[in-house]
């Protein structure tokens, strides 16, 4: 007996040396959480592409915490999947690049502008700003990163980029100009406060078995979060050590700016993100 209990209790050591694991890919939203990396019982696991890495799971009713754009979690929860909004972690991530001053949104108006991930909440959300603004801008789709290098050599007059891909392309070309901020667009039109963009989402078992854990996650989380607005120092060190995306200190800074990282949970969170798919419901 006192063996078969030694085993047990070796067994629920190990399952317990990481009670959470958090899905994220290396992007804004996930720096708040950076300092409990691997600590504090939260195990972080990157991913690069959340259609085929993370829906998957989610189908299969893999435990875990996943850090995913919103859009994508309420159409997932609208198929069915039993999921759980744990949070907004982001109220509006993009901006316009542009090679010449802009000085309004309408000033696109059959212009030509590049936008990344056909179909991405990115995609979705211009299209809403366009329609709603009466114009229609000339729209090639390429992968993010190719907007990136196509706007940094000048081959492009206009780019949709999320942060940190925009401050990037602006400190590898100082002639480029933000022109458009979407969190200020979107404001205008709507009765948000801004973009709820990307959220944390569990699956409803994982939240009560797990209860408890996610409690002190999320609490860590905003606690981290007022200290980066104090000092962001710590987690911009901590961003180049984890991050593709090699921006200096200062470009960090710059882009933290237009992060707009937050962490909305309960009955606020989930009604923002309810309106926020209503208002997009109507783009096609």
Request: net charge positive.
């Amino acid at each position: 007996m006192k063996k078969k209990l030694t085993i047990l209790l070796s067994l629920a050591i190990s399952i317990n040396i990481f009670a959470i694991d958090i899905y994220t890919p290396k992007a804004p939203p996930s720096i708040p959480m950076l300092p409990m990396k691997d600590k504090d019982k939260v195990k972080v696991h990157y991913y690069q592409d959340v259609y085929t890495e993370i829906t998957p799971r989610l189908i299969k009713n893999k435990e875990g915490i996943y850090m995913i754009p919103t859009n994508l979690g309420e159409n997932l929860k609208d198929k069915g999947l039993k999921l759980k909004l744990l949070g907004i972690t982001s109220q509006g991530l993009i901006s316009i690049i542009s090679n010449k001053e802009i000085n309004s949104i309408k000033d696109l108006d059959s212009k030509s502008i590049l936008i990344g991930a056909q179909g991405s909440s990115p995609d979705i959300i211009s299209k809403f700003l366009f329609q709603k603004n009466n114009i229609a801008p000339n729209i090639t789709y390429r992968s993010t990163s190719e907007v990136a290098k196509l706007m940094i050599i000048q081959k492009g007059d206009n780019a949709v980029l999320p942060e940190p891909m925009a401050t990037l392309v602006l400190e590898k070309n100082p002639k480029l100009i933000r022109t458009i901020v979407y969190k200020d667009e979107w404001e205008k039109i709507t009765s948000l406060s801004g973009l709820p963009q990307v959220g944390l989402y569990t699956t409803s078992k994982y939240n009560k078995t797990h209860s408890k854990e996610i409690k002190q996650f999320i609490d860590q989380y905003k606690l981290n979060l007022i200290d980066l607005r104090k000092d962001p120092v710590k987690f911009i060190d901590l961003a180049q050590e984890n991050f593709n995306i090699k921006l200096s200190d200062r470009g960090y800074i710059e882009s933290i700016k237009y992060m707009n990282l937050t962490l909305i949970d309960g009955k606020e969170g989930d009604k923002l993100v309810k309106e926020y798919i209503k208002i997009l419901g109507i783009i096609k």
